[in-house]
């Protein structure tokens, strides 16, 4: 059964979800691709392998962590590792098949900003930086990106190249000496987007319930290539809502404070 | 060989203005308690190294003590930005900082590379990023076996790591579980490195691959009950999220965040930490 009303972020978040398989194993980051990952995890794909950058290895939180290293993500957890031993043995050794971001901004080969709005030196905005992002771009298999549309965030041309994602599009990637396939998937509050097979361009090839060529168009700062076979996603099923509801209520409430008042 | 000190002691012995200092902890275990003693003394003109510089080097930052910050991640997780870090950075207040930036790999690595006694860490990163063009101690290097381009940075041996643990036996041998993050590394690259610990106990308890540094590899141990407050120690009490969003709006406001840090933290002594985290206890 189909929902009737839901929030493109909420739509946001079901159709990354859905992007994820019960084989997968993905690295997480923190924010939107980790409450995808989780609606992934308590729909379809139970047995997904969850990993975050603080070590922990097929975590299975009952609440959203508010920072990637959070107790809940060790307590369920099936093994927690050291932090050099995640980012040297699973992530660079290749044991990921798919690292899931978020990011401030991005430009049309899905590139990603993460470090500074403006001039690197003298920065308008100084953005907390890379993280794990810079090699999770280069060693997972593959990568989604989930974030919301803005002009600010989808831009001509990056303040600054944090992670790389197709570059300058075509075969840049493998002429880096990159061997793995990079941003495949992008997912938005709008649409879902995937890179041409030739030029690496971001493509629209789906359009989610009630959004238009229109409204994607004045959330880009370039102009959007649609797809000639421009889909329209599923609505969130109840089940896929009601789940993500659920999650989020759950992290609300533990966020607002765990703090037991005594006398 | 592991000496059992008070924090002010400890700091007072080992950290000298103008050192490198890393404090490190993944979310997990940061060290809080120490890095509020260093404020309270006033040792200045730090480098400080941490992969996820959070409330602490915000605070060590917006109060004037560092000098250079070499980093991986500056945000406040799932929170927001880093206001006394970014006004430094964009507005050179209190003072400008000098900044070393590089990605989790790296750090990662050059912690490793330090406790292996190492000059530098190899691993395959940067590929394609900015980083390199803004930081010059990150450079490519051929495998001399296979040609393949990999990237490289210097190893870090910090002056003094500190890091808050779960427990030391009376002899000294610290014991960390849950996230263990680059605790064990950052200790065993660094020439001196101060424990606060949860709390000393006869015997560690524990199992037979457990994450252990023996007490020969520790300068000085702190009991300080609730160190890493408002970051958690698994086992003892959770993280008080509540705390690092409520942290947003003091750290954006100078004057707010000076009446804040003279109130919580200068008037204040190790022994505030017990208070802390009552009502946050994990309950085994």
Redesign the interface.
């Known amino acids: 059964m189909t929902a009737q009303d839901f929030t493109p972020d909420e739509m946001m978040a079901i159709a990354a979800s859905r992007a994820l398989s019960n084989t997968d194993v993905c690295f997480v980051g923190?924010?939107p691709p980790s409450a995808a990952c989780n609606i992934a995890r308590l729909t379809h794909a139970p047995d997904i392998t969850l990993i975050y950058?603080?070590?922990?290895i097929g975590t299975a939180p009952d609440v959203l962590?508010?920072?990637?290293?959070?107790?809940e993500?060790?307590d369920t957890a099936l093994t927690?590792?050291?932090?050099?031993e995640?980012?040297?043995y699973w992530?660079?050794g290749g044991k990921i098949t798919v690292g899931f971001l978020g990011a401030a901004q991005i430009d049309r080969f899905a590139?990603i900003n993460t470090?500074v709005v403006g001039d690197?030196?003298n920065?308008?905005?100084?953005?907390?930086?890379?993280?794990?992002?810079?090699?999770i771009s280069?060693?997972s298999q593959e990568t989604y990106i989930t974030m919301k549309q803005s002009k600010r965030g989808f831009v001509e041309k990056l303040d600054?190249?944090?992670?790389?994602g197709h570059?300058e599009g075509g075969d840049h990637?493998t002429r880096?000496?990159?061997t793995t396939k990079g941003p495949t998937l992008l997912i938005t509050d709008l649409a879902i987007w995937k890179p041409d097979p030739v030029t690496k361009e971001l493509t629209v090839v789906s359009l989610h319930p009630g959004t238009t060529k229109e409204r994607v168009q004045q959330t880009v700062s370039w102009a959007v290539r649609f797809s000639d076979d421009l889909q329209e996603t599923p609505a969130p099923t109840e089940e896929e809502l009601s789940v993500l509801r659920a999650l989020k209520a759950r992290t609300a409430a533990?966020?607002?404070?765990?703090?037991?008042?005594?006398a | 060989m592991a000496e059992f000190l008070s924090l002010k002691d400890a700091v007072t012995k080992y950290l000298k203005s103008g050192d490198t200092a890393a404090f490190e902890g993944?979310?997990?275990l940061i060290p809080h308690a120490a890095a509020h003693e260093v404020i309270r003394q006033g040792i200045d003109e730090l480098t400080v190294i941490r992969?996820?510089p959070d409330l602490i080097y915000d605070q060590l930052i917006g109060m004037g003590l560092v000098r250079k910050l070499i980093?991986?991640?500056?945000?406040n997780?799932?929170?927001g930005?880093?206001r006394r870090?970014?006004d430094s950075?964009?507005n050179g207040w209190p003072r400008s900082i000098e900044i070393e930036?590089h990605?989790?790999?790296a750090l990662?690595?050059a912690?490793?590379a330090g406790a292996a006694g190492l000059p530098c860490a190899v691993?395959?990163?940067?590929?394609?990023?900015?980083?390199q063009r803004?930081n010059p101690n990150i450079k490519k290097i051929n495998c001399p076996f296979t040609g393949?381009?990999l990237a490289a940075v210097p190893s870090i041996r910090p002056d003094v790591a500190f890091i808050h643990a779960l427990k030391a036996d009376r002899k000294g041998n610290v014991l960390i579980e849950?996230?263990?993050?680059?605790q064990?590394?950052a200790v065993l690259a660094a020439t001196h490195s101060i424990v606060t610990v949860e709390e000393v106990v006869d015997e560690l308890d524990t199992h037979i691959n457990a994450?252990i540094l023996p007490h020969w590899t520790v300068s000085a141990i702190c009991e300080v009950r609730g160190g890493a407050h408002p970051s958690?120690a698994?086992g003892y009490y959770?993280?008080?999220?509540?705390t690092?969003?409520d942290w947003d709006p003091i750290a954006a406001d100078r004057e707010r965040f000076q009446a804040w840090m003279e109130e919580h933290v200068l008037k204040q002594g190790p022994e505030v930490f017990a208070d802390r985290i009552?009502?946050?206890e994990v309950t085994p």
């Open positions: 923190i924010g950058e603080s070590g922990t962590p508010l920072s990637i290293g959070d107790g993500l060790c927690t590792v050291s932090v050099t995640m980012f040297r992530l660079q590139n470090t690197y030196d920065p308008k905005v100084r953005l907390p930086g890379g993280g794990g992002a810079p090699e280069s060693s600054f190249y944090t992670s790389f570059g990637r880096m000496g990159i533990a966020h607002a404070g765990n703090r037991v008042e005594t | 993944f979310t997990h992969m996820t980093f991986s991640y500056a945000g997780p799932g929170v930005l880093l870090v970014r950075i964009e930036e990605s989790h790999a990662a690595n912690y490793e691993f395959r990163g940067y590929m394609g990023t900015e980083l803004v393949e381009e849950g996230i263990v993050g680059v064990k590394e994450c958690y698994q959770g993280r008080d999220n509540k690092y969003i009552k009502g946050l």
